[in-house]
């Protein structure tokens, strides 16, 4: 059992920014961020491999979005800048027990409780 714990969420005013953090207890093979607006589906934000640190961006959130890791302390990071009112929405980290990375929430095998993330405009 794989347990995923996100931080780093809160209020920002438009054009700001944030950084999220999400700790795993466990080394899975990637990890992707998702996040869900009321009333929306859950939609796929970014995506990292463990080894060899491939990464997958959803084009909403390009060049403006960043998603990093750091091995030894087995935490994915979601560098969020030039925040627009429409990136509201709570913030899932999910990882997968596979090297592929994928944009569907169905194909994560974890899942944290998520962060909520607040832009103002």
Do not use: H
């Amino acid at each position: 059992q794989v347990t995923l714990v996100e931080s780093g969420g809160g209020l920002a005013q438009a054009g700001g920014s944030l950084r999220l953090s999400c700790v795993t207890s466990g080394r899975t093979f990637a990890m992707g961020w998702f996040r869900q607006a009321p009333g929306k589906d859950r939609e796929f934000v970014a995506a990292i491999r463990w080894s060899g640190g491939q990464t997958d961006v959803a084009e909403a959130v390009k060049g403006r979005f960043t998603i990093s890791s750091d091995n030894a302390k087995n935490t994915v990071y979601l560098q969020m800048n030039s925040l627009k009112p429409e990136d509201t929405a709570i913030y899932y980290c999910a990882s997968k027990t596979d090297y592929v990375l994928s944009a569907s929430p169905a194909d994560y095998d974890y899942w944290g409780r998520g962060t909520q993330v607040t832009v103002s405009s």
